[in-house]
């Protein structure tokens, strides 16, 4: 079964904001994408057309996994392929998608995902009818969907073959999956800070280095004057260390902010006279 090509299958409606990316993460991971719909009023269907990707339309009656398995196989597509079948609902997110596919690498012929059983209620898996199950995400081998499409309203899972690798499990949340997040995107002074090192921002180069010198000077000249009672040439040594840290880090300020006026002033010329691409046909 691993060795199957895999084709992806979305079944849903109404999704105009969310079909280009959810076709272009799923083109990444598998040899095929569907599309189902079950009824869109918006462009959905014809966006996912431009894209290339093969739409189908159904009823938005059979979002149950024999109705699905067995409209797959009427549907004249390659039933060599492996079909995970996802039903997009506003509550599901496309961060659950690498779950999903590796689910569907475990080796399992029907592996069915649901979400519209009362959970305050205790429920045998084996005793559930599989035709009354609405799916959340349907993972069919070649045997799962041959299998899977010859049952009817009143079939169970314990009525499914022995053969066959199965598992039905529900789905109560939506995943949760860890978020990892690097410098860049750690917080708004982490973007800020890692901006001012990429692109040696004058208003880091000097001005941060400036405003610690004047600060640190300020603050020593107040000591110098309070600690030293008469003149001599370690006071005046230090009293004139504080003074030229002191202008030293106002330099650098009023450096800092002449800079960054002159490179958004250097900026604007250039994009008025269009210089950037002038300066790209010399080279």
Request: glycine content about 6%; some cysteine.
């Amino acid at each position: 079964m691993t060795g199957q090509q895999l084709r992806v299958v979305y079944v849903g409606r109404d999704i105009e904001l969310r079909i280009i990316s959810l076709l272009v993460r799923a083109s990444e991971i598998a040899d095929e994408v569907i599309l189902v719909d079950t009824g869109s009023k918006d462009r959905t269907i014809q966006l996912a057309e431009e894209f290339g990707c093969k739409v189908l339309h159904c009823s938005a009656e059979m979002i149950t996994g024999p109705k699905i398995a067995k409209f797959i196989t009427d549907s004249n597509l390659n039933n060599e392929l492996s079909n995970l079948v996802i039903n997009v609902t506003k509550d599901w997110k496309l961060r659950e998608l690498p779950v999903v596919v590796n689910r569907s690498r475990e080796g399992w012929d029907i592996y069915l995902s649901f979400n519209n059983i009362d959970v305050s209620q205790d429920f045998d898996t084996n005793e559930l009818v599989v035709g009354s199950l609405d799916i959340d995400h349907l993972f069919l081998s070649t045997r799962g969907l041959e299998e899977l499409s010859k049952a009817n309203s009143m079939t169970s899972t314990q009525d499914l073959s022995n053969e066959l690798r199965v598992r039905v499990i529900e789905s109560l949340d939506n995943l949760k999956l860890p978020q990892r997040e690097s410098l860049a995107t750690a917080s708004r002074f982490a973007q800020l800070f890692y901006w001012m090192l990429e692109s040696k921002h004058p208003l880091f180069l000097f001005g941060i280095p400036g405003i610690v010198l004047f600060i640190l000077g300020y603050r020593l000249s107040g000591n110098v004057v309070d600690t030293f009672n008469e003149l001599n040439s370690v006071s005046i040594g230090v009293t004139l260390t504080t003074i030229a840290m002191t202008l030293i880090g106002l330099f650098a300020m009023m450096v800092a902010i002449i800079l960054y006026i002159m490179g958004k002033q250097v900026e604007q010329i250039q994009s008025q006279y269009d210089w950037k691409k002038y300066d790209d046909k010399i080279i």
